[in-house]
C-alpha cells in the first residue's frame, strides 16, 4: 500500500472533485478529515474514517461517488473500502484538499502560548488575513476601513458595516480584522460568529435560561465580529439581543464589524432601530474583483498551494470565472488537481481540459463587442477606445488587433466590422487584419498575445 506518488494523486484528485460537488459544509463535515491508503497498483484504495458512525454515513452517502471517481480517473475499476482509522494516527494525516486548510476556523493561539483569554474561543481562522487578501480597486476602501479597525478599535467606524455579493472576500476580512488584533494585543477578547449561530445562542439562552451568561459572553468582548446579519430577519427576539449587546460594546467602545449581503437600508424584516445603527458607523462595499485582480488572486493562491500558474493560465482563467472569487478558488482547485493527477505542467491547454465543463457550460457566442472588451482588458485601454477617431499607438495597434480578431471569429464582413468600429471605412479594416496577419508571422511576441486572446475568447 502506498499514500505516496500516483496513489495519493488519484485520493486527492477524488478529495478535489468532491470539494467542488459538495456543500462546504458536507464537504467539511465528511470528506475532509478523511485520509487514504491506495495499492500499489491502484486497484484497491482504503479510506479511513474516525468512527462507527461516520463509517456508517460515508458508506451510504460517498464511497460509491469516490468509487466512481477514482475509475473515471485512472480508467480502470478501483475498489473502495472503508475502515476505521487507527487511534493513535491522527485522522487527517496525509494532504488532502487544495485550500482547504484555510476553510477550516481554528483558534489563533498556537500551543505554547497562553494568553489571558486563554479557554475563550474566538473562533478565528488564522489563515484568512491581510497578509493573504490580495487588494483591488473592488476591495480597497473596504480593506482600509478594516486595517484602520483593526489598528485602533473603538475609535473611527464603529460599527463598520461591509457588505457584497457572494464569495467576494467579506468574511476573510473579518477574520483578518480579527487576526491582526489579536497578534497586535494578544489579551483581547475577540469573537467572530456568524449570525445564524447568534440566533441559535439565544435560542439556546432563552430555553436553559441563561441570558446571565449569554449576556456576560457577548458584552464583554472587545470585538465582535458578525458574519451575514441579513439572517437576522424576522428574528424579534434575536434582534432585542443583539440590539442590547450592539448598545453595551458601543459604549465601552468595543468595536463591531458585520458583515451582509445588501447596505443597511436594503435588510428585510430588521427592525428599524437596528438598522440605523448599522448605518451609523462606516458603510462600505466589496465589489466583484475586476480581471486583474482575479489574476493576482489566482497567481497568489496557487503560490501557497506551492504551484506557479503562468500568467497567461491565469488571465485565461480569469477572464472565463468572473462572478466572485470562491468560484476562482473552485477553478483553481481543479485545475491543481488535474496538473497533479496527470503529472502535467500548467498550460492554457491544460486550464481549458480541467475545466471544460465550467466552459462548455458558458459556450459563448464570440460577438465583435466581446472581442472588443476582451482586447480593451488585455491592452489597458478603454473600450470606448475601440470606436473613438484617437490615433496614438498605444490605441491604434489594440485597435487593429480587435478588428483582425473580429475578422478571424466571426462571420461578420469588413463593412460590418468597420461600422462596430465607430463607423470606419471597410479599407482600414481589411489593412488592420493585412498588417496583423503579417507581422504575425514575423513577431513571436504578437503571436502569443494573439494566442492567448483566441483562447480567452474562444473559452
Ligand atoms: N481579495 C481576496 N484575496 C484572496 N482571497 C480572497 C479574496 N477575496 C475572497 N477571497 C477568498 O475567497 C473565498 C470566499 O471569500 P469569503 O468567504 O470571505 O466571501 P464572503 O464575501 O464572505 O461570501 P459569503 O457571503 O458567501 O459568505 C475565501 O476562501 C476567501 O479567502
Known amino acids: 500500500m502506498s499514500t505516496d506518488g500516483i496513489g495519493e494523486s488519484l485520493w486527492q484528485a477524488c478529495v478535489d472533485q468532491l470539494a467542488q460537488e459538495l456543500s462546504e459544509q458536507q464537504f467539511n463535515t465528511w470528506i475532509k478529515p478523511l485520509t487514504a491508503q491506495v495499492a500499489d497498483d491502484l486497484s484497491r484504495m482504503t479510506v479511513f474514517v474516525a468512527n462507527r458512525f461516520k463509517l456508517d454515513w460515508i458508506r451510504a452517502q460517498y464511497a460509491g461517488k469516490i468509487a466512481a471517481m477514482a475509475e473515471k480517473m485512472y480508467g480502470q475499476p478501483v475498489a473502495v473500502?472503508?475502515?476505521?482509522a487507527p487511534r493513535e494516527a491522527p485522522v487527517r494525516s496525509a494532504p488532502v484538499?487544495?485550500?482547504?486548510?484555510?476553510d477550516v476556523p481554528r483558534d489563533v493561539a498556537g500551543p505554547g502560548e497562553e494568553p489571558a483569554n486563554a479557554g475563550f474561543k474566538n473562533r478565528l481562522n488564522s489563515g484568512l488575513t491581510f497578509d493573504t487578501l490580495v487588494e483591488g480597486t473592488a476591495n480597497r476602501m473596504a480593506r482600509a476601513a478594516a486595517m484602520h479597525v483593526a489598528g485602533m478599535p473603538g475609535?473611527?467606524?464603529n460599527p463598520l458595516f461591509i457588505y457584497g455579493g457572494v464569495g467576494l472576500g467579506k468574511t476573510h476580512l473579518m477574520h483578518a480584522v480579527g487576526n491582526r488584533l489579536l497578534a497586535d494585543r494578544p489579551d483581547s477578547k475577540v469573537l467572530y460568529i456568524h449570525a445564524e449561530q447568534?440566533?441559535?445562542?439565544?435560542?439556546?439562552?432563552?430555553?436553559?435560561?441563561?441570558f446571565d451568561e449569554f449576556k456576560e459572553r457577548y458584552h464583554s468582548l472587545d470585538l465582535l465580529l458578525i458574519d451575514d446579519v441579513q439572517f437576522f430577519a424576522n428574528k424579534d427576539r434575536t434582534q432585542e439581543e443583539f440590539f442590547n449587546a450592539f448598545e453595551a460594546l458601543l459604549a465601552k467602545k468595543s468595536h463591531i464589524v458585520m458583515t451582509s449581503d445588501t447596505y443597511p437600508k436594503g435588510l428585510a424584516d430588521i427592525h428599524e432601530r437596528l438598522v440605523s445603527r448599522f448605518d451609523s458607523g462606516l458603510t462600505v462595499a466589496i465589489e466583484p474583483p475586476e480581471l486583474e485582480m482575479r489574476v493576482a488572486i489566482l497567481i497568489n493562491k496557487a503560490r501557497a498551494e506551492s504551484a506557479e500558474m503562468p500568467e497567461e493560465v491565469a488571465f485565461f482563467v480569469a477572464k472565463n470565472v468572473r462572478s466572485n472569487v470562491r468560484e476562482l478558488e473552485g477553478a483553481l482547485r481543479k485545475i491543481l488537481a488535474y496538473s497533479r493527477f496527470n503529472q502535467k505542467e500548467i498550460s492554457i491547454a491544460l486550464a481549458r481540459e480541467a475545466l471544460r465543463d465550467l466552459l462548455s457550460i458558458q459556450n459563448r457566442q464570440i460577438s465583435v463587442e466581446n472581442i472588443q472588451k476582451t482586447v480593451a482588458d488585455y491592452y489597458k485601454i478603454k473600450v470606448a477606445d475601440m470606436y473613438s477617431k484617437k490615433r496614438p499607438a498605444s490605441i491604434a495597434r489594440p485597435r487593429q488587433i480587435a478588428m483582425y480578431l473580429?475578422?478571424?471569429l466571426t462571420q461578420k464582413s469588413l463593412p460590418e466590422i468597420g461600422e462596430l468600429f465607430g463607423g470606419r471605412d471597410h479599407t482600414t479594416v481589411l489593412h488592420a487584419v493585412r498588417k496583423i496577419s503579417g507581422e504575425r508571422q514575423q513577431l513571436t511576441e504578437l503571436n502569443q498575445q494573439l494566442h492567448v486572446l483566441e483562447q480567452t475568447l474562444k473559452g
Open 155 to 157: 475609535h473611527l467606524y
Open 81 to 84: 473500502e472503508l475502515a476505521l
Open 97 to 102: 484538499a487544495v485550500l482547504a486548510e484555510t
Open 406 to 408: 473580429a475578422k478571424e
Open 198 to 210: 447568534f440566533v441559535s445562542d439565544v435560542v439556546k439562552a432563552y430555553q436553559r435560561k441563561t
